[in-house]
């Protein structure tokens, strides 16, 4: 269902986390899982800390893009920040979807820092059964 296009996504995931905040224009990938669910496509990603109206989910053609944004946590004016370890910033993740899913009717939760996307398996794409008819007069053709 998911098309891997990038090898060494992960590896430079883990280099932009580690060197710099992601920016709109240069944004952080951000972890997921996906699988199968019976006729459901499910793909969930980890955004904690991010809330729910700076998520943005587009969907063109087949090409499935989510883009969120964790800001910093403003503290008082006397407050003085010994230890920063969460990362912020924007983070982005496109996916290429398979022709076989309805992008049309794509349900998406977000529960404890995960983003769940619920995609349906298209109509045209689950299996069916044919059946064989049989026992079919043959006509022949006077000419």
């Known amino acids: 269902m998911l098309m891997r296009t990038d090898p ?17 224009s240069r944004p952080t990938a951000m972890p997921m899982d996906a699988y199968r669910d019976g006729d459901t496509y499910v793909v969930a990603f980890d955004l904690p ?11 063109e053609r087949n090409m499935l893009t989510v883009k969120a944004e964790r800001r910093p946590v403003t503290h008082g004016e006397h407050t003085q920040t010994e230890l920063s370890e969460r990362p912020f910033g924007v ?22 820092g995960v983003l769940t996307l619920r995609i349906p398996i298209a109509e045209r ?6 059946v064989v008819g049989g026992d079919r007069s043959r006509k022949e053709l006077a000419g």
């Open 8 to 24: 060494f996504r992960d590896l430079d995931r883990l280099a932009e986390q580690l060197l710099r905040p992601g920016t709109w």
């Open 125 to 130: 794409a689950k299996p069916r059964k044919i």
């Open 91 to 112: 983070f982005s993740r496109q996916i290429q979807l398979s022709d076989s899913l309805d992008t049309e009717h794509i349900d998406a939760g977000y529960e404890a």
């Open 49 to 59: 800390g991010v809330e729910p109206d700076a998520i943005d989910i587009d969907v």
